[in-house]
């Protein structure tokens, strides 16, 4: 899919269209990710980058990346300990 955009030349920021074309890539990938509409793995493929890089930038922007309940921890403790 291909969308395309008017953007006002004073906000381009000195970047070249392909840069502004990945920054504005990350900042929907992490966003759709943060919203839980894409997984880690396919917000990284939307954003172009590899996994460390996407989770590095989440850590930047205060998005969570791993999103446990109580209850889901409590019933990973559980398994790990009947494991044990």
Do not use: W
Not at 2 to 29: H, N, R, V
Not at 37 to 62: I, N, P, Q, W
């Amino acid at each position: 899919m291909q969308i395309t955009m008017d953007i006002p030349e004073y906000f381009g920021l000195d970047k070249t269209k392909p840069e502004i074309a990945s920054t504005l890539k990350l900042y929907a990938a992490l966003a759709l990710f943060q919203a839980g509409k894409l997984s880690a793995g396919a917000a990284t493929e939307l954003a172009g980058v590899d996994r460390y890089t996407f989770m590095a930038e989440c850590k930047k922007h205060d998005i969570p990346t791993i999103n446990y309940t109580p209850e889901d921890l409590e019933a990973e403790l559980a398994d790990f300990r009947l494991a044990c």
